[in-house]
Nanobody
Framework: QVQLVESGGGLVQAGGSLRVSCARS?????MAWFRQAPGKEREFVAF????????DVADSLKTRFNISRDTAKNMMYLQMDSLKFEDTAVYYC???????????????WGQGTQVTVSS
């Protein structure tokens, strides 16, 4: 049973914006976005605590990325603005049992959605 499904990835020019979405069919309070670029380790992007909407965004991305959720639709979003070439990666939605910036602490993952930023 698929529990996390990402969508909304695509090709965008540098400086542009994109919003990726995660549809979830799992009840978890700790949700996050990670990304993985070719040849690099998976890295933390953003976290949201579902009940209260507390968020955390990677320090280097705080001014450009925003995480949010729609509890009625059971959807999580990542709004990405002023995109750069180095933001090119597969973006993954993840669910865990506590707050963490470490990918190993999340046990449920979506299949990922590709975001490509052209320079």
């Amino acid at each position: 049973q698929v529990q996390l499904v990402e969508s909304g990835g695509g090709l965008v020019q540098a400086g542009g914006s994109l919003r990726v979405s995660c549809a979830r069919s799992v009840r978890r309070d700790y949700m996050a976005w990670f990304r993985q670029a070719p040849g690099k380790e998976r890295e933390f992007v953003a976290f949201i605590w579902w009940p209260g909407s507390t968020t955390d965004v990677a320090d280097s991305l705080k001014t450009r990325f925003n995480i949010s959720r729609d509890t009625a639709k059971n959807m999580m979003y990542l709004q990405m603005d002023s995109l750069k070439f180095e933001d090119t990666a597969v973006y993954y939605c993840a669910a865990g049992h506590h707050y963490s910036r470490k990918s190993n602490d999340y046990d449920l993952w979506g299949q990922g959605t590709q975001v490509t930023v052209s320079s």
